[in-house]
């Protein structure tokens, strides 16, 4: 079981960031490059928790996601995907630095069927790298 954990900051605020996580508007698509719009659906949502799928034609899983704005925390489960079993996910911290936001990221893949085993086994490699990248620009890293 891959676990990653990653830092850094973001231009965002606090709140900005939050906003960004937890959009699931059709925008979503265009500011995460990860999501294409034929694998973005939201089953259903309320004031601090969506059930979302998303992704692309190469992995696509179906998070519960809920969020705590004032204790800056955005956590999506995975309860079904392509690739990844269910309990994997993302925890995403928020704390107020200056103007912006130090972001801590822990991410945890079981991996489901070869597809997954194999991302799963290289994760640990190339992981922090692309998963930095994949983060970046919708968060506005510094």
């Known amino acids: 079981m891959p676990?990653?954990?990653?830092?850094?900051?973001?231009?965002?605020?606090?709140a900005q960031a939050l906003s960004v996580l937890t959009d699931f508007?059709?925008?979503?698509?265009?500011?995460?490059?990860?999501?294409?719009d034929?694998?973005?659906?939201?089953?259903?949502q309320g004031p601090d928790w969506a059930d979302v799928t998303e992704g692309n034609k190469t992995t696509w899983e179906r998070e519960r996601y809920s969020w705590d704005a004032a204790a800056g925390t955005v956590t999506a489960t995975t309860t079904d995907s392509n690739v990844w079993?269910?309990?994997?996910?993302?925890?995403?911290?928020?704390?107020?630095?200056?103007?912006?936001?130090?972001?801590?990221?822990?991410?945890?893949?079981?991996?489901?069927?070869?597809?997954?085993?194999?991302?799963?086994a290289l994760l640990p490699v190339i992981g922090k790298s692309a998963v930095t990248k994949a983060l970046a620009g919708p968060l506005q890293a510094e």
């Open 3 to 14: 676990v990653l954990k990653l830092q850094f900051d973001s231009k965002l605020s606090p």
């Open 25 to 36: 508007s059709p925008a979503r698509s265009t500011v995460w490059p990860g999501v294409d």
């Open 38 to 44: 034929e694998h973005l659906k939201v089953h259903e």
């Open 85 to 120: 079993a269910p309990g994997s996910g993302w925890v995403y911290r928020l704390t107020p630095d200056g103007t912006g936001t130090t972001i801590d990221v822990t991410l945890t893949r079981h991996g489901k069927g070869v597809k997954g085993k194999l991302i799963g």
